[in-house]
């Protein structure tokens, strides 16, 4: 019967141990992968405020409504890697520290295993002592053998009523823990994404204010000198013959100068005309 008991206890706390390892292992996991988000965060930070210095310094070689729009969407962005920080900062003290504290817990309760093994390999001993005793049948040495049997016994069950009551608590707060972790992880997560939405939307804004044909206007001014048209007008003048400048400024400056000019030619032509007739009229004399 008490054979029986020991082998119970024995596979109560085989599994007691199973469910310690099985909290060892995977929370150890968590602990590596959470804190690994996280770093991954905080170098998604770094690079962000890299890319916010390179936009400023791009900007400032642009035009004004170009350059307006891109220091403002920096300053949104940059906005947005504070709040990054600080989901680094919470994730790391709410998620990734209370993963990493279960180490310790976990130690803890294996000590709390190893003292209660102890207690009923010793229960086991003496019990084992006490059927070579029954064996060889000196009374004294049984009475010794039982004596010490129910010592081993009485600590064997302390120890694993102790235990019992620990393991209990251990996975009552491993549940709670888990809760708190994940609501905590997800808490934090909400906000960031939250305010990232909010940062997003102003700097969408901002760039969608460029003003496109305002900024390719005054380019395409920076290309041109002001007085560049005047300079313009006059490299064509100086490039007409001296006949087409005296025929500009005789014919350019209003319809009766160019009647008169149309009625000079045709006196011109009667002339000839006439002299023509004269020149014929002497030959026939």
Do not use: W
Not at 109 to 136: H, P
Not at 141 to 152: D, F, M, S, Y
Not at 176 to 188: A, N, P, Q, R, V
Not at 214 to 233: H, K, Q, T
């Amino acid at each position: 019967m008490l054979r029986r008991v020991l082998e119970n206890r024995d596979a109560q706390t085989r599994q007691l141990q199973d469910a310690v390892t099985n909290v060892e292992k995977h929370f150890g996991e968590l602990c590596q992968i959470f804190a690994a988000y996280v770093r991954k965060t905080a170098r998604l930070r770094d690079k962000a405020d890299l890319l916010v210095n390179e936009i400023n310094v791009y900007a400032s070689t642009e035009t004004p409504n170009l350059k307006q729009g891109l220091k403002n969407f920096a300053d949104e962005f940059a906005k947005l890697q504070d709040y990054r920080q600080a989901e680094v900062e919470r994730l790391e003290a709410k998620v990734v520290e209370p993963l990493k504290a279960y180490g310790t817990i976990v130690k803890m309760k294996r000590d709390d295993l190893k003292a209660t093994l102890t207690a009923r390999n010793r229960e086991a001993k003496q019990l084992t002592q006490l059927e070579r005793t029954r064996q060889r049948n000196p009374s004294d040495r049984h009475v010794i053998a039982e004596t010490e049997l129910q010592r081993a016994t009485m600590d064997a069950t302390r120890t694993t009523r102790h235990l019992e009551e620990t393991i209990d608590n251990f996975e009552k707060q491993k549940i709670k823990d888990i809760k708190t972790i994940f609501s905590e992880f997800i808490t934090i997560e909400m906000l960031f994404h939250g305010k990232a939405l909010e940062v997003y939307t102003a700097a969408y804004q901002n760039i969608q204010k460029i003003d496109e044909e305002e900024d390719l206007e005054v380019f395409r001014n920076s290309l041109y000198p002001p007085d560049y048209s005047s300079r313009l007008d006059i490299v064509r003048a100086n490039s007409k013959s001296p006949l087409q400048r005296s025929l500009s400024a005789k014919c350019v400056s209003g319809t009766g100068q160019v009647s008169t000019c149309r009625l000079r030619k045709d006196q011109q032509a009667d002339d000839d005309d006439e002299d023509e007739d004269l020149d014929v009229t002497e030959e026939e004399n």
